[in-house]
């Protein structure tokens, strides 16, 4: 299916740039662009301990390894409703706001899966992965493409990737474990810290750009 998505893709291809400076340097500078990157690796970190050790941390509440993974497919399932509305909150709402919503979802979704095993709590707060992961990643691809040239856009979907899919998140799963082999599910707490700094770092961005006239 992704072979033949590709040739539907639209043939667009970004102007040469003949600049000599590194293209990392130039994306890194930016405005609002580090920023925004601390924001989305905040956010997208504090689901360490979700994707490490969710599925040890219910079983060892009782719940079966069949509701488990009905749990992790209602998360897929709301991230994918989200998208299919997304382009419609983009034009609502503004890239940075979407990533503040994912922040904010964050602080509540791990504090209340931190404090409660229910079922019937469970069922209501991962409806909320479509705004800590869903909200939060279609928020920096379109933060990327309204304040990245187009030339710098594959170097700085490059930078995202490598840092918040890769560096933060490797680095998070570690200290991940190490929190919850100490505190169990109360581990989740330190998620929600994580989340509301991002949502607190997405706001500055949120002010900064329009303080610059920016629709961000």
């Known amino acids: 299916v992704t072979l ?3 040739f539907l893709v639209p043939g667009t291809r970004p102007p040469k740039t003949t600049s000599a400076r590194l ?5 890194l500078r930016q405005p609002g662009f580090v920023p925004f990157l601390a924001a989305a690796a ?3 970190g504090s689901h360490s301990v979700y994707y490490g050790f969710g599925t040890l941390h219910w079983r060892a509440a009782g719940h079966s390894e069949d509701l488990i993974g009905w749990l992790w497919a209602e998360g897929v399932i709301a991230e994918v409703a989200l998208f ?3 382009a419609m909150l983009v034009r609502r709402l503004g890239p940075v706001t979407l990533i503040t919503l994912g922040g904010i979802g964050g602080a509540v979704r791990w504090t209340v899966t931190a404090l409660s095993t ?3 709590v469970l069922v209501w707060v991962q409806a909320l992965h479509a705004l800590t992961f869903g909200a939060t990643h279609l928020g920096a691809i379109h933060f990327i493409a309204r304040s990245v040239p187009t030339a710098l856009s594959a170097t700085a979907q490059s930078l995202y990737s490598a840092t918040v899919a890769g560096l933060v998140a490797g680095v998070a799963m ?3 474990g ?3 082999a100490a ?3 109360h581990a989740y707490l330190l998620m929600a810290v994580l989340a509301a700094l991002g949502a607190v770092v997405a706001l500055l961005v949120l002010r900064r750009g329009n303080a610059a006239g920016k629709a961000l």
């Not at 293209?23 to 994306?27: E, K, S």
Request: aromatic share 8%; glycine share 20%.
């Open 42 to 44: 905040l956010i997208q």
């Open 183 to 185: 505190f169990g599910g």
């Open 4 to 6: 033949v998505a590709c």
């Open 84 to 86: 299919a509305v997304g």
């Open 178 to 180: 190490r929190m919850y």
């Open 23 to 27: 293209p990392m340097g130039q994306v």
């Open 174 to 176: 570690g200290v991940s």
């Open 118 to 120: 229910d079922l019937s």
